[in-house]
């Protein structure tokens, strides 16, 4: 099983993102780094060591796989050079954050409701404390 990664640093206004991409056979995950000022190389190293196991990514999408094959090198400098010059976001890294992003707001919804119930509950509670000592205080 072949596993490839790759970090692609962007300018989307007003910050420098990175998009940490990994392919894991047919599954495609992807995760947003705001760096906010231009980071350097150093520093997106320095980033990557102490952070990588804090590294939230999408939930895995489903990719066709991909034949790894010699390329020349002539042509993997062209290719690596086009893709330089292309910054953007691909469309699958682009459904896997927003992906990620529907997920965190199921999560923070459920989390929300939780909290309500648990503050309702905790009303009713005072109430019923306070109809109780009305009661006794006659």
Not at 23 to 41: N, R, S
Request: charge should be positive; include cysteine; charged fraction near 40%.
């Amino acid at each position: 099983m072949v596993m490839k990664s790759s970090l692609t640093i962007l300018f989307e206004n007003p910050f420098w993102i990175g998009l940490f991409e990994r392919i894991d056979g047919d599954k495609y995950e992807v995760c947003k780094i705001t760096f906010g000022a231009e980071p350097k190389d150093y520093e997106v190293y320095d980033f990557l060591l102490k952070n990588w196991h804090k590294l939230k990514f999408s939930p895995p999408v489903k990719t066709e796989k991909t034949e790894e094959r010699k390329i020349n090198p002539k042509r993997m400098q062209r290719e690596i050079n086009t893709q330089l010059e292309n910054k953007g976001i691909g469309t699958k890294a682009r459904q896997a954050l927003k992906l990620q992003h529907e997920q965190g707001k199921l999560e923070r919804k459920v989390k929300s409701r939780e909290q309500k119930e648990a503050e309702k509950e905790r009303q009713f509670a005072l109430r019923q404390e306070k109809k109780k000592a009305k009661h006794r205080g006659r």
